[in-house]
Nanobody, 121 residues
Framework: QVQLVESGGGLVQAGGSLRLSCAAS????????MRWYRQAPGKQRELVAS???????DYADSVKGRFTISRDNAKNTVYLQMNSLKPEDTAVYSC???????????????WGQGTQVTVSS
């Protein structure tokens, strides 16, 4: 069974940093792309950052210059380094992966369980 497991959320003061991790496990042949989304209370889910298997990245304008997405293909893991955090970054952050499962030899879209990030002012 394929699973995405996130870690690294928590409470931080404005201006601080956090690093999120998301590891995909199971019989996986390929993952492309890997993404981080977030959803704040009362707001729609927002794409924060994405990264292809080749390392091409894209960011929401609201996090450019502050957040960095990276991945370790050997570990099927994606990271989100968040610096200069602001109270408006408070949200549940979820990782997403479009991957090729060897269980049924097909592409599927998987989500992690989400991790809370709270930035205090």
């Amino acid at each position: 069974q394929v699973q995405l497991v996130e870690s690294g959320g928590g409470l931080v003061q404005a201006g601080g940093s956090l690093r999120l991790s998301c590891a995909a496990s199971g019989r996986i042949a390929s993952i492309n792309p890997m993404r981080w989304y977030r959803q704040a209370p009362g707001k729609q889910r927002e794409l924060v950052a994405s990264i292809t298997s080749g390392g091409n990245t894209d960011y929401a304008d609201s996090v450019k210059g502050r957040f960095t997405i990276s991945r370790d293909n050997a570990k099927n893991t994606v990271y989100l380094q968040m610096n200069s955090l602001k109270p408006e970054d408070t949200a549940v952050y979820s990782c997403n992966a479009y991957l090729y499962s060897l269980y049924d030899t097909a592409w599927h879209n998987y989500w992690g369980q989400g991790t809370q990030v709270t930035v205090s002012s």
